[in-house]
Every structure is written in structure tokens, then in C-alpha cells.
């Protein structure tokens, strides 16, 4: 056990995302059918709806609304997050789905449509040296936003042709699974808030089992409608290589455009880790909700691919920022000396 555990501590793929990988592989060796299925299809309802009632019990609305002292840092993050990426989505279109076809396509869009992560946006821009008080307010924002505007731009942006039906009964479900809960959270939260954060880790394995849960769902969905056999071994690899020019893209981008807005080093860092994440634990449920009925495996793929090449440059990113500030750190001492 501890062998296993210092393999997993030296490998460069998280625990979490080895989790999911089994999921996906347990799914395409072992699909649940019959009323199996049907019983998961409810417990996963439940456990989305727990999802985001736990998302609303942890985010402060005061920790947002204080922070827009900082507007510019905070708008210019959401826009990188809800503009640029669904634009960027919209405009690689042309080129890619003749590569990839159209549900992996879709895939792409989506993932350009979730807010940003949270948890992860902090901690990289906490190892740069950043502002990561603005981190966490942006980061925060960003996904109490995104509960209400991702589903907003999935209707707008994404045609029903890309395998989007938005019909009176996906609307209640989006009302149902996600925001309800979201909102009951964020009601409850002064009672139930300090419970929750007493038992972080207990809220951590819940967070966690009910997105690996949901990707095993909707993968086995996938393999009983023949899934893999309307992907192939070179649509995957091509989705994987749009992913790291779309991560490199966006590094550069937030890390160029703050620096002519006169940001300082700073809070530069804190919008190129919260402008270019995207979060799997907020985008994988919402697609199962968003996307019931259709290919789900397909449409998630891409999503799941962007976050593990998004945390691998990120992490080596942050800390080489992390080291330069140190530098600097030492080189300025040496000069007072």
C-alpha cells in the first residue's frame, strides 16, 4: 500500500484524474445494463444535485460580492473565461470537426463554455507568488456564475445539430439538478457551512465519488450505444494535441493581454491561472444534465483530456514563477546587504 502510494505521490497524472480513467476503463469492460442502469441513472440525479448543493454550502456570495473592489482583475478573468473561450470555441470550428466529427467537436465547445476551477486556480497561483486573494474571489465568482451562465451559452451556442436538444423537461432538469440545489446551499450555508468544514475531507470523497460515479454512467451509456465505434484511436490523439495548443494558447494570451492592460506581476499571474482553467468537477455533471439523452462520453472527452494537460503546465508553470520570485527575493536582499 505504501508502494502504491509513493507511485501515485511521483506520478505527473493527479489521483483524481486516475480515478476517472478507471471509471472510463471499468465502463468499456463492464457497462452497466438493465435495471441496474436505470437505478444508477437515479442515483447519479441525486448525487448531482448533493454536487452542487455542497458547491453552495462552501462558496461565500459576501467573498465575490467584497471582492469587485477589484473589478478590473475580476472582469477581465470572466471575460477570458466566458468571452474568449466561447469565441475561440466558435472560431476553431471550421477547422477542426472535419478532424474530429462533430460530437467530439461539441466536446470542444462545451469544455470552452464551464467556468473556471477553484481549487486549483488558488493553489498554482499561490506557488507563483500571485494575488491570491483576487484568485479567490475570481475563481469563486467564476463558478457561482457559471452555474447559472453555462447552461445559458450551451443553449445559445451550441445547435441542436451539435447534439443539443433543449427542450420545457432539459430546462426543469437544469432548474432541478443544479441550480435548486445551488441555491438551497448557499441558503443553509451560515448553519450547515462550519459542519461542512469540519469534515472537508468527507465533503472532498463525496465531491469526488459523485464525478467519478457520473463519468462511469455516462461512459457505460456510451459503450451500450457503440461509442467507440464512431471514435477511432486518431480523433482521440487529434482532440489531445487541440487541447495543448489550446492551453498554450490561452497561457499566452492572459499573460500577454494583462501586462498592456498595466496589470502588475501579481495579479497578472492570478488571471492566467483562473482565466485559462476550466473546471471538470463543475463541467462533467452539468454536461450529464445538459446533454442527457445524447452521446455524453463523447461530448466530456475533451473536457476530461484539457484538465489533465491544464494542471501538467500549469504546475510546471507555477513553479517556475515560484522559483524566479524566490530569485528575486534573494537578489534584492543581497543588494541591501
Excluded at 252 to 273: C, E, H, K, N, Y
Amino acid at each position: 500500500m505504501s508502494l502504491a502510494r509513493a507511485l501515485l505521490s511521483r506520478s505527473p497524472i493527479d489521483g483524481f484524474i486516475l480515478a476517472i480513467l478507471g471509471a472510463v476503463l471499468l465502463a468499456a469492460l463492464l457497462p452497466v445494463r438493465g435495471s441496474a442502469a436505470d437505478v444508477l441513472d437515479w442515483v447519479v440525479v441525486a448525487a448531482i444535485a448533493l454536487l452542487f448543493f455542497l458547491y453552495g454550502t462552501r462558496l461565500h456570495p459576501r467573498e465575490a460580492l467584497d471582492g469587485l473592489k477589484h473589478w478590473r482583475l475580476h472582469l477581465t478573468i470572466l471575460a477570458f473565461t466566458f468571452v474568449a473561450f466561447p469565441l475561440i470555441g466558435l472560431a476553431i470550428r471550421p477547422v477542426v470537426t472535419p478532424i474530429v466529427g462533430d460530437d467530439l467537436y461539441a466536446g470542444l465547445l462545451f469544455l470552452c463554455l464551464v467556468p473556471s476551477t477553484v481549487q486549483s486556480s488558488i493553489a498554482f497561483t499561490s506557488i507563483a507568488r500571485g494575488n491570491v486573494p483576487g484568485a479567490i474571489v475570481s475563481a469563486s465568482a467564476s463558478n457561482i456564475i457559471g452555474v447559472f451562465l453555462t447552461p445559458v451559452l450551451v443553449v445559445a451556442l451550441m445547435s441542436t445539430e451539435d447534439g443539443v436538444h433543449i427542450d420545457t423537461s432539459a430546462v426543469l432538469r437544469i432548474v432541478g439538478q443544479i441550480l435548486v440545489p445551488f441555491v438551497i446551499g448557499q441558503i443553509v450555508r451560515p448553519w450547515v457551512g462550519g459542519f461542512f468544514g469540519r469534515h472537508a475531507k468527507a465533503t472532498k470523497l463525496a465531491d469526488r465519488g459523485s464525478i467519478v460515479l457520473v463519468v462511469y454512467v455516462a461512459f457505460s451509456e456510451g459503450v451500450r450505444d457503440g461509442i467507440w465505434s464512431i471514435v477511432d484511436a486518431g480523433e482521440v490523439i487529434a482532440v489531445v494535441v487541440i487541447c495543448l495548443i489550446l492551453v498554450v494558447v490561452m497561457l499566452v494570451v492572459t499573460r500577454w493581454v494583462p501586462q498592456r492592460l498595466g496589470f502588475d506581476r501579481a495579479d497578472t499571474i492570478a488571471i492566467q491561472f483562473c482565466g485559462t482553467k476550466k473546471s471538470l468537477a463543475t463541467g462533467l455533471p452539468m454536461a450529464t444534465v445538459l446533454f442527457s439523452g445524447t452521446t455524453v462520453g463523447l461530448i466530456i472527452l475533451p473536457l476530461m483530456i484539457f484538465h489533465q494537460i491544464q494542471l501538467i503546465l500549469c504546475s510546471w508553470l507555477a513553479t517556475r514563477y515560484g522559483r524566479d520570485a524566490d530569485d528575486a527575493d534573494r537578489a534584492s536582499t543581497a543588494r541591501k546587504q
